[in-house]
Nanobody
Framework: QVQLAESGGGLAQAGGSLRLSCAAS????????MGWFRQGPGKEREFVAC?????????YADSVKGRFTISRDKNDENTVHLQMNSLQPEDTAIYYC????????????????WGQGTQVTVSS
């Protein structure tokens, strides 16, 4: 069993930055790909970013490419971060981290464990 807990959400102004973290417990995650998804008001949950097991490969949704960076913590193999820069109001959503079943895919069904989510609100 894996438990995931997101932190770092909050309120930011347009153009600002936030850094989300996802801490895992119950199982070592250094052999799994990890992803971030988000769900905005009235929208479906969508893929944001993914990092492979050793951090060497990443994948991003077009809407966040160049602004967001996903990474694995250098000192804690069970923690993944999402650095969000140049935030825009359309980035407002609940952000979820998830453990991949296998590789870094983009479908919700490719992930088997999810955190409870952390709210990110970007004001204009």
């Amino acid at each position: 069993q894996v438990q995931l807990a997101e932190s770092g959400g909050g309120l930011a102004q347009a153009g600002g930055s936030l850094r989300l973290s996802c801490a895992a417990s119950g199982r070592t995650l250094n052999v799994y790909s990890m992803g971030w998804f988000r769900q905005g008001p009235g929208k479906e949950r969508e893929f944001v970013a993914c990092v492979n097991w050793n951090g060497a490969s990443t994948s991003y949704a077009d809407s966040v490419k160049g602004r967001f960076t996903i990474s694995r913590d250098k000192n804690d193999e069970n923690t993944v971060h999402l650095q969000m820069n140049s935030l825009q109001p359309e980035d407002t959503a609940i952000y979820y981290c998830a453990k991949a079943r296998r590789q870094c895919y983009r479908a919700i069904g490719d992930y088997d464990y999810w955190g409870q989510g952390t709210q990110v609100t970007v004001s204009s």
